[in-house]
């Protein structure tokens, strides 16, 4: 796999393959397959996969648009990293079907540095697209101090516990903001796992840079300098990180496919006979209950779920949860930008959020979405969601996330090697490297 920012001023030998292949190409510019043959223009949205929640936002939009425009939606591949080839292809080559595009907030800085996202710059706009949005939410959408995408829908991880084995350790996880250590503790005396994604992908990365972020650490420094960005995992936070992931994977609590696990694996362990706590996004409560409907998941467990805020890494300092979700762009290419900020204003607005998180269970970017009925009755844990999203840590910013994550799976990978202080040592090392062209990934 190759990584690396596009089209870099500085660093243009290290564009990905896909870029490459664009270039190679000699300017072709790939258009989609919607038209406006007949006088409407149709806008091509590329979505991530969903339940097709997008699909229908993106019909109920054109509608009420008043025949000024349509949308078609393209779905784009499961997989992350997939998914950003195909759109840098595409965006590279030029492509005008560009229209709008549901990105990972990791890959914004990316699109934006390589002038591939049309950026929001009327006063009004912004502050149409950016009001109410939750906090946390709202530093992806910037880079180099201009909105270049939309908020439509924001994610943060929970900490999921059996209620009957907090009742029998006598704790409240939802009152008492419990550190990981403690959860480690509880979980090794009544001989229960301790659910995180420690597979070597993206999953994994979420959970170290929210465990340094909680402790008041970052990944990196300086990420506006591109490649001379400061690597700076190797500092206290990191070491609380490194000691946090390195016990966990050596204890008891810890599930046997540790080093294997993504999000499906961690619910399907703590929906077991050994479940106790995980770490996991909101999607794995209504996945508990469709399962109760499909026999997959008893009655008796789905009872048994309780949440509260993420673990501390540190007594007494506030924990940082993790952040995802999508945010909206429309290409630099697209021959009906007008238009399609427009359909963004329209897919992001406050009812739009609301549909979009009680039909496909992905939690809204504004605040306002919390306070609906509906939302509440779908989520009994909303106003955890909302707050945690509120204050949750993005991963970093930069160009080059692509190298950072991957320095990072591959010096943290498995759980079980890891130490404190030699792995952070090691990982600001091996990304320096990464970063300055002289190790390859």
Known sequence: MVHGSVRSSTRRDRWPAAVALAVLLGGVVLTGCGGDDDGTPTLTWYTNPDNGGQAALAQECGEASGGTYQIRTEVLPNDATAQREQLVRRLAAGDSSMDIMSLDPVFVAEFANAGYLEPITDP??????????????????????????????????????????AEAAGIDPGAQDMTWDELIDVAEDQGVLVGATGNRYEGYVVWINALIASAGGQVITDTDKGDDATPTVDSPAGDRAAEIVGRLARSSAAPPDLSTATEEEVRSSFQSEQGGFMVNWPYVYEAARTGVESGAVSQETFDDIGWARYPRTEPGEESAPPLGGINLGIGEASTHKA?????????????????????????????????????????????????????????????????????????????????DPETPEETDSYMSEVLSGDRLL
């Open 339 to 419: 238009e399609a900020l427009d359909a963004v204003k329209c897919i992001t607005s406050v009812e739009s959020n609301v549909q979009y998180m009680v039909t496909n269970g992905n939690p809204a970017a504004r605040a306002a979405a919390y306070e609906d009925p509906e939302v509440q009755e779908a989520f009994p844990m909303a106003d955890l969601i909302r707050d945690s999203i509120a204050a949750a840590a993005p991963r970093p910013i930069t160009p080059y996330y692509g190298d950072v994550s991957s320095s990072i799976q591959r010096v943290w990978h498995p759980a079980s090697s890891v130490t």
């Open 124 to 165: 009004a706009d912004v502050d149409q697209l950016t009001a109410d949005v939750l906090e946390g939410a709202l530093e992806t959408n910037y880079w180099d101090d201009q909105l270049v995408t939309a908020p439509f829908w924001a994610n943060t991880q929970l900490l999921w516990y059996r209620r009957s084995v």
